[in-house]
T-cell receptor, first 110, second 114 residues
C-alpha cells in the first residue's frame, strides 16, 4: 500500500542545519519529492530525486535516499528564518500521481 | 508566467449547503488536479484531469463531490450537500506532460462548514 510518514515538528536555530526525515512504503516509487508550503500559500516544489540515486545536492539543499530502508531526508544548510514552513515529502510510481506525507513544520528561531 | 489561480480564497457555509470552487491552471498545462488538505495533514488527491478527460477520481466522494473541466482549461469542483468533515483547504494544481511530477499549486480555497 501507499503510506508516507514524517515527524510533525522540527525547531532549529538560525544558521544551523535542519534535517527533515520521511519514510515511505511503496518500493516501486520512481520519484521522490520535497515540497514547501508557506502560510496561506500552495505547495512549491523544492527538489526531487530519482529512485536510482542516493544523493542529490542543490545549493543549500541535500537529499539523501536510502532505498533499502525506504527512507528519504532533506538537509537544509545554514537554515534561515525564511525557511520556516511546512515541508512535505511525496512519492510517485508514475510521474502523475503524488502521495504526500503528513508534513513537518520547521520553525527557525534567531 | 501567471501561476495557478483559484477562487474564492475563503468560504464559510452551513452543512447541507452547496459550494463551488474554481481553478484556472497555468496556460498550456494539460493536467489538472484537485486536492483536499485537511488541517494537519498532507494533500490528498481527489481528481485528476488530462485535458478534459478524467484520469483518476478514485478518491472522490462521488455521492456529494463533482468536478468538471469542460474545455480542457478551467475547472470547477462542487460539493453538494456539504458535511462538517468537508472543512479543509482545496488545492488546485497543474502540470505539463512529462514534467517529472512537478505540479504547480494554487493558493487554495479554505472551506469552513458549520
Amino acid at each position: 500500500g501507499e503510506d508516507v510518514e514524517q515527524s510533525l515538528f522540527l525547531s532549529v536555530r538560525e544558521g544551523d542545519s535542519s534535517v527533515i526525515n520521511c519514510t515511505y512504503t511503496d518500493s516501486s516509487s520512481t520519484y521522490l519529492y520535497w515540497y514547501k508550503q508557506e502560510p496561506g500559500a500552495g505547495l512549491q516544489l523544492l527538489t526531487y530525486i530519482f529512485s536510482n540515486m542516493d544523493m542529490k545536492q542543490d545549493q543549500r539543499l541535500t537529499v539523501l535516499l536510502n532505498k533499502k530502508d525506504k527512507h528519504l531526508s532533506l538537509r537544509i544548510a545554514d537554515t534561515q528564518t525564511g525557511d520556516s514552513a511546512i515541508y512535505f515529502c511525496a512519492e510517485s510510481i508514475n510521474t502523475d500521481k503524488l502521495i504526500f506525507g503528513t508534513g513537518t513544520r520547521l520553525q527557525v528561531f534567531p | 508566467e501567471a501561476g495557478v489561480a483559484q477562487s474564492p480564497r475563503y468560504k464559510i457555509i452551513e452543512k447541507r449547503q452547496s459550494v463551488a470552487f474554481w481553478c484556472n491552471p497555468i496556460s498550456g498545462h494539460a493536467t489538472l488536479y484537485w486536492y483536499q488538505q485537511i488541517l494537519g495533514q498532507g494533500p490528498k488527491l481527489l481528481i485528476q484531469f488530462q485535458n478534459n478527460g478524467v484520469v483518476d477520481d478514485s478518491q472522490l466522494p462521488k455521492d456529494r463531490f463533482s468536478a468538471e473541466r469542460l474545455k480542457g482549461v478551467d475547472s470547477t469542483l462542487k460539493i453538494q450537500p456539504a458535511k462538517l468533515e468537508d472543512s479543509a483547504v482545496y488545492l488546485c494544481a497543474s502540470s505539463s506532460q512529462g514534467a517529472l511530477g512537478e505540479q504547480y499549486f494554487g493558493p487554495g480555497t479554505r472551506l469552513t462548514v458549520t
